[in-house]
């Protein structure tokens, strides 16, 4: 198993036909891939959330029918489409029927089951295009191997039953040379019911088959040519980082460059195995691999930036030399799942950002009434959005000296709602106005990186 690897490719990557072709060759090219994890087509998850919110029957008919038309536009270039075409009929009317359900009332077992069709279309799609290019490959549904908890929506894998359904199900077929074509995203719990890893979970999914598999590798296939010092949409100049460590990588996805999903570094850290980013539309121009060790190691490395953010500030006179306090803040949240990202805190008051993204709730649904009534029983609350974090991701950024001199002197002319310094080695977190953020961005990449 040494010389396996486990490719990941995106929505983007698999949004149409000729999206599809581009990552057969990159299959065909490389002998060592082994093990494809695809996500849905572009366009489709979306599209499978806002039905499994609930809708009246003409919102229900149109985003079906828009469902229907990506799919088709891809069944319809195949040389035979017939032999798939009943199936995915099948998992269309599956669609309407859960739909119907999430009409009369949503929960987050029925979410799960309905936004995982997604990917059940476009990995049988994609085997059949294989065929076509005369490429054999056999169809496994990830959920007889990725065994999760029931927490829907953002599911934890049971590592220990994964990797005997593993040992069971998938190496057997790759000693016999078979190429497996698999989903991401999904998995499924004790009872049978399908769960979700969360909003980007192939990523997720791909680095735990490669783990129970013993991998070598992990090839994540994207839309971009790799891990870029910020994101090139907002700065034209960004560079792309040639190699990157676990941690900085880690750092990155966590506060928001969007080409790995944050979980995934947790089973590629525990097993060391390399990650890789590239283009699937462009694989020749080369990527960017994630590592143990990277050399060098500069103090600077890249900006992220994570929008949409909610500042929750709580203030009590009973924090003053009080014990316990944070404690009780922290476990009201946690009763309420929902994630912090930064926090500081003074003699009478702390102050949280939140991580309001799940895979399928919004801001209102997680800061629920209850949620704020029980937190306004301890402190005062008060909530502040049109925020936005920039991180600054580098190394040794905690000991470093004028690292606080060099950030704040170059962006002086902008109000910092919050700042996070000296918890981690390999970020420096601020909190700004979304309005503000990608000026912020473009300064501090200008002062720091060109």
Known sequence: MS?????????????????????????????????????????????????????DIEK????????????????????????????IDLILKTIENLSEAANLATSPALTDELISQGEMMSTLIFVQLLAELNIKATWIDVRTI???????????????????????????LINEGELIITQGFIGRNSEGKTTTLGRGGSDYSAALL???????NVLIWTDVAGIYT?????????????????????????????????????????SNIPVYVGSSKSPEEGGTWVISDPQPRPTFRAIALRREQTLLTLTSLSMLHAQGFIAHIFSILAKHKISVDTITTSEVSVALTLDLKGSTSSKTELL??????????VANVNIDTGLALVALVGNNLHTSIGIAKQIFNAIDQYNVRMISYGASPNNVCTLVSSGEADDIVRILHKKLFE
């Open 368 to 377: 629920s009434p209850e949620l704020l009534l029980e937190l306004e029983k």
């Open 60 to 87: 229900q008919k149109q985003l079906i029918s828009e469902i229907t038309k990506i799919q088709e536009a891809i069944l319809i270039k195949l040389k035979d489409s017939s032999k798939i075409k009943l199936k």
């Open 146 to 172: 990725i065994t999760t908890d029931s927490q829907f929506g953002k599911a934890v894998p049971n590592d220990e039953v994964t990797q005997k359904n593993s040992d069971l199900i998938l190496k057997p």
């Open 210 to 216: 490669a783990e129970v598999l013993n991998a070598k």
């Open 230 to 270: 910020t994101d090139p949409r907002i700065v034209k100049n960004a560079k792309k980082i040639d190699t990157i460590s676990f941690s900085e990588a880690a750092e990155m996805a966590t506060f928001g460059a969007k080409v790995l999903h944050p979980a995934t570094l947790l089973p590629a850290v525990r």
């Open 3 to 55: 010389a396996l690897s486990v490719a990941k490719f995106g929505g983007t990557s698999v949004a149409d036909y000729e999206a599809m072709q581009s990552c057969a060759k990159i299959i065909i090219s490389d002998p060592n891939t082994r093990v494809v994890v695809l996500s849905a087509s572009a366009g489709v998850t979306n599209l499978l959330v806002e039905l499994a919110r609930g809708c």
